[in-house]
Every structure is written in structure tokens, then in C-alpha cells.
């Protein structure tokens, strides 16, 4: 019993704090003016602040990793449990927050000039929508784990590898830029978490596939939960002046992370519906059995 809730305490909480972590310090680094918000780069002076949310997420992702193998050879529920094995809720939500997601992909890239794109921009947004849209109805209205949702999987890992390529193409001083740093760092952490959640569905795992899944998964959702939130909390707790200024700058401050969101979501969604114990799944039948008399 103890094992089997394990994953729904030690690794959840961690990751609770490591996000409430991450916000503090990134807040701070936009409370502390060290972000030309302008260009997304670094000021001079910004010393120890331009290094500390990056050695952060470095601690974090050693936890991650540490509390990950940890579970795996104490067998516990994420690395036992068979695919097919999900409630028609569990597949309900994930397929929920999938569609999501392929509705992000379609937004952002309306809400940033979809006509502008070039042929090569459309491809990608078409490949995310597309491999969001398929994984996701599959979950929704299949309500199984068909190993097609592997391969929509995989698609939605090249998809980011391209996002990624775009991301170094784009920008030549990537290191200095606090804005695509973030998001590179995220890119990379979505790709490799749908890389493995894909061999997942194709069943094909090798033993560290679900150690890489749930690494990859909870860091890209720390790296991107905890930027919403501190720029959220910043940009509106910033005088009007501050918030107009953010609002139009080029590092388009909170308009893109809609998609960053949504993604964050889907990926989240998928973890906890993996990780929900045996216990917890009866604790609900009975629930329901009771409700129904």
C-alpha cells in the first residue's frame, strides 16, 4: 500500500516545490530589472541573477532523476502499469487536454500571423495540430491505448525537434536571451517526454523508458509552469506603465504561452492519469457504487 502511493505523494510534491522554487527566483529576476524585456536579453549587470533560475532547474532535474530510479526499482505504480489498464475518465482527460493543445498550436500561430508563415512554418504547426488532434480523439472517444497514439506521439517529438531548429536558426546568441533560453530548454524536455511516452504506447520500452517519461515530463512542466506563473504574477502586480510596456514588447511577454501552457497541460494530464494508484482506482468504484444505491 505504502509503495503504491508513493508516486502520488513523494514525486508530486517535489514537484509542487520545485515549481513553487523556480517562480520565486524568476520573479525575482524580473522584479530585479536584470531582462531588456525589449530584446529578451540579459543586462550587463545582471551578474549571479542571469545564472541562478538555470542552476535551479539543474537541482531540479537531479531530483527528478534521483526520485525517478528510486521509484523504478521500488516497482511502483508508474513503471508497473499496464497501458490498456486506464479508466474511461483517465483517458477522458487526457484526451481533453490533447485536443487542447492542438487548439494552442492553431492559435498561437493565427494570433502570430499565420498568413506571414512560410511554407516550412505550416508544415510544423500543421504536424502539432494534427498529432494533438489524432492522440487526443483517440483517448477521448476510443477510450485505449492503441498503439497509433504512440506513433502521434512520436510525430508530436518531431514536431518540437523542429520547434527547436527554429529556435537555434532564429537566434544566433541563444545563452543571452532569457525568453528562448526558457523555451529552448522546455523544447528539448517536450521532445525527449513524447519521444519515450511514444515507445510507451508502441510498446517497445526498454527499462528506462518510463524513468525517461516521467523525468522529462515533470521537468517540462516545471520549466513551463513555473515561467507562466511568475510572469503572470509580475505583469500584473506591475504599475500600468510596466504593463503597457511589457505588453508590447518584442519578447511578446505573455502572448506565447498560451501554446506553453496548453502543453504543459497535456503532458500533466498524462503522468498523473499513469500515475493514480490501484487503491485510488477502487477507492472510486466504491465511491460510485455507493452513489449509485
Not at 525589449?38 to 551578474?47: C, E, I, K, L, S
Not at 483517448?139 to 527554429?166: D, H, N, Q, T
Not at 519515450?196 to 516521467?214: D, H, I, L, N, Q
Request: charged content about 15%; aromatic content about 14%.
Amino acid at each position: 500500500m505504502n509503495q503504491a502511493k508513493f508516486p502520488s505523494s513523494f514525486l508530486v510534491i517535489f514537484f509542487i516545490a520545485a515549481v513553487v522554487a523556480a517562480v520565486i527566483i524568476r520573479y525575482v529576476q524580473f522584479a530585479a530589472d536584470v531582462i531588456d524585456f525589449n530584446t529578451g536579453f540579459f543586462y550587463h549587470y545582471a551578474g549571479a541573477l542571469k545564472s541562478l533560475h538555470y542552476i535551479a532547474l539543474a537541482v531540479i532535474g537531479a531530483g527528478l532523476i534521483t526520485l525517478s530510479i528510486i521509484e523504478r526499482k521500488r516497482k511502483t505504480r508508474f513503471f508497473t502499469k499496464k497501458l490498456g489498464h486506464f479508466d474511461d475518465s483517465d483517458t477522458a482527460i487526457c484526451g481533453i487536454m490533447l485536443l487542447l493543445a492542438a487548439f494552442a498550436v492553431v492559435y498561437t500561430a493565427i494570433n502570430t500571423g499565420l498568413p506571414n508563415l512560410g511554407a516550412a512554418e505550416v508544415l510544423t504547426v500543421f504536424l502539432g495540430a494534427a498529432a494533438y488532434t489524432f492522440s487526443g480523439g483517440v483517448l477521448l472517444f476510443k477510450k485505449r491505448a492503441f498503439p497509433s497514439v504512440g506513433i502521434a506521439f512520436l510525430a508530436l517529438s518531431g514536431y518540437y525537434v523542429i520547434r527547436l531548429v527554429v529556435i537555434f536558426l532564429g537566434n544566433h546568441i541563444i545563452l543571452s536571451m532569457s525568453e528562448q533560453l526558457v523555451m529552448l530548454i522546455f523544447t528539448i524536455a517536450a521532445a525527449l517526454f513524447y519521444l519515450s511516452a511514444g515507445r510507451m504506447f508502441m510498446r517497445v520500452e526498454s527499462k528506462t523508458t518510463r524513468v525517461k517519461t516521467c523525468i522529462f515530463g515533470f521537468f517540462a512542466a516545471v520549466v513551463a509552469v513555473s515561467e507562466i506563473t511568475a510572469k503572470i504574477i509580475f505583469m500584473f502586480g506591475s504599475p500600468s506603465v510596466t504593463r503597457y510596456n511589457l505588453q508590447l514588447s518584442v519578447s511578446e511577454f505573455i502572448a506565447p504561452d498560451m501554446l506553453f501552457a496548453a502543453e504543459t497541460i497535456a503532458i500533466l494530464a498524462f503522468i498523473l492519469t499513469m500515475i493514480k494508484t490501484k487503491h485510488d482506482r477502487q477507492q472510486r468504484k466504491s465511491r460510485r457504487k455507493a452513489e449509485s444505491k
